[in-house]
Every structure is written in C-alpha cells, then in structure tokens.
C-alpha cells in the first residue's frame, strides 16, 4: 500500500501555529481595553505601556545585530539574521516618538511620559528577549518580532476607537500606521524564516519567545484595565 506524503510545514506555520496556542489570551486583553466603558481614560495609557515596551524594539535589534555579527563567521543562521536586523532597523525608528506625537495630542507631555517607570511586566517581556539573543542565539529575537508585528490593528478596530473615544483623529496616528505597515513586515519576516536551515532547538528557542512575548504582553494590557479601568 502506498504511503500518503505530505508536505513538511515551513517554519513560520509551524511558528504561527504554537502563537496560535496563547494568542487568544492577547485577544481578549486588547478586547477588554476596546471595549471598556472607560475607553477614553484607558486610551492614554495604553499608549504609555505600547510606548515602553516599542522604546526597546530598536535597541533589542541593534544588539541581536551586533550579537549576530560576532557569530556571523561560523554560523550563517546568525549572518542571515545580523543582514534582516540591518535592513529592519531603519524601518522601526522613532516609531515611539510617534506615541509620544499622539500622547501630545491627549494632552500628556512628553517628559512626564519619560519619567513613569515602566511596570515589571514591561521589564520582563523586554528583558527576555535581551538574555535569549545574548547567552543562547540572536535567532531568538524573531519570536518577539512575529507576535509584535504579525498582528496588527485593523482599520476597523482603528476606526472604532476614534468613535467610542470621542479623541482628534491626530491621537490614532501610531497605530493607523501600524495597521498599514505591520502586514508588509509580516510578510518580509515569514519569507527569512522559512529561508533559514533552523535546527529544532533554534526553530524551538523563536517559539518560545513568541509565546512568552504573547503572554507577558497580554499581562500588562491587563494591567492597564485593572490599574486604570476604575471598580
């Protein structure tokens, strides 16, 4: 009897597939801050916490680059990720200086947002990813990068906030970008990963990062419902 074949999933399936496992608990954290009766105040906030956790998107690339560079000689999985670092840092600056642009148009001064200390939630989900790209493989970094960037707002959801907010259009300026832009970086970033020749251990640590990325970021959506949603 002949046997079935089938085809071997590519690695970013494989990787959406194990994001798939934990998105829903993200889902709900952005639904319970969409759909809150104290949208309005929970609005600004939201953008302080997206804000602390993209000040750290370029910094974690410029190391996972420098990191990848070291390697770059014996290992082309790290000289491939060394060249996307290079070419996705460009694209990601100063996309927290367009928070900061909106959180003006709230009313909330620039330096005021600098000073709040970012919450611990915050400091873990960021400094995961620095000890993963250090002390084991700059490969790691990609899981933050799939969840961050692989699940954009859509229009709509943009669209809805402007309404049950009553803000300028001016205060949605960040994530209508986002909206635009995050789907063309999926794409670009699905294409490298399928590219590399990832062992199972490398193909394991960019799971693992993408899943506690889903995980930590849904925490500290749901701290700013619990922290400022009121009773």
Known sequence: ?????????????????KIGFVLPALVDASERI????????????????SHCI???SVPLMETARERALERADGDPIAAAVA????????????????????LEVLGHDR????????SPTVAELVGAQYYWLLHYHPVSLLG????????????????????????D????????????????HSEELDELLDSLPLTPELAGVVGLSAMTTVEL?????????EEHGGG
């Not at 060249?83 to 909106?102: A, G, K, N, Q």
């Not at 330096?111 to 970012?118: E, G, M, Q």
């Not at 970021?217 to 419902?225: G, M, Q, S």
């Open 54 to 56: 993209i000040r750290a």
């Open 144 to 167: 933050y990068i799939a969840v961050l960037e692989g699940y954009p707002p859509t229009p709509e959801l943009v669209e809805g906030l402007v309404a049950s907010t009553g803000y």
């Open 1 to 17: 009897m002949a046997q079935a074949q089938t085809a071997e999933a590519a690695t970013s399936e494989i990787l959406r597939l």
């Open 217 to 225: 970021y849904a925490r500290a959506l749901d701290e700013v419902v």
């Open 83 to 102: 060249s996307y670092y290079e070419h996705h840092i460009p694209e990601e600056l100063h996309h927290d200086d367009w928070l900061l642009d909106d």
């Open 169 to 184: 259009r001016d205060a949605f300026r960040c994530v209508a970008a986002h909206a635009e832009l995050d789907p063309g």
């Open 111 to 118: 330096s005021d947002v600098l000073a709040r200390i970012p």
């Open 34 to 49: 969409c759909r809150h009766p104290r949208v309005r105040e929970l609005y600004p906030e939201y953008l302080v916490t």
